[in-house]
């Protein structure tokens, strides 16, 4: 069961909430309990969103891979779709919990899913720091690095707060693998 309740936004968070989303999801439903936090939580998620300048299915990948290492179902549904939007192939979904040893992502996404596995796992070595650099300049490596630690948090603020998946969710997004 849910910790805390879904609540009405604020009348001004309302509108950007909506402006973002249309229908916002129950994660920033409950994130309304504390409307403060839950506006500079949007504006922060949105700017990884859309004012990140790797390609936005790297990210997805990213995201992904994280949701799996996390075990969030929540997180895995909501950006499964999000992934298949942006150009994810499902032959990469499927392969995504065994990425090192697959032929369906180039060296680049393997860097990423790299990094992505080291900064969820609090484990970003002077190894793993190498081998993103190869592919990546610093400013990219700040924004991956970024994605992947702000979806780790997401992931432990769903747990903490046991969100529940939206109704309808599961035809869209089946189980976490």
Known sequence: MQRV?????????KKRLEALWIDPPNLYRALG???????AWTEFANAIR??????????????????????????WAQHLRMARKS?????????????RGSKEFDE????????????????VTDEVYAAVSKHFDHAMFVEL???????????????????QLEPGAREYAPRLP
């Open 5 to 13: 309740p879904n609540v009405e936004f604020d009348p001004t968070l």
């Open 33 to 39: 309990n504390h409307p403060a936090l839950a506006a």
């Open 145 to 163: 690095s970024l994605t992947a630690a702000f979806y780790a948090m997401v992931s432990r603020m769903l747990d903490a707060m046991r969100i």
């Open 108 to 123: 680049r996404e393997k860097a990423a899913l790299l990094l992505a596995e080291a900064v969820t796992n609090a484990d």
């Open 50 to 75: 859309h004012q990140s300048k790797s390609p936005r299915e790297l990210r997805e990948l990213m995201i992904l891979r994280g949701a799996q290492l996390m075990r969030s179902e929540y997180e």
């Open 87 to 99: 150009g994810v192939r499902e032959a990469q979904i499927a392969a995504l919990a065994h990425w």
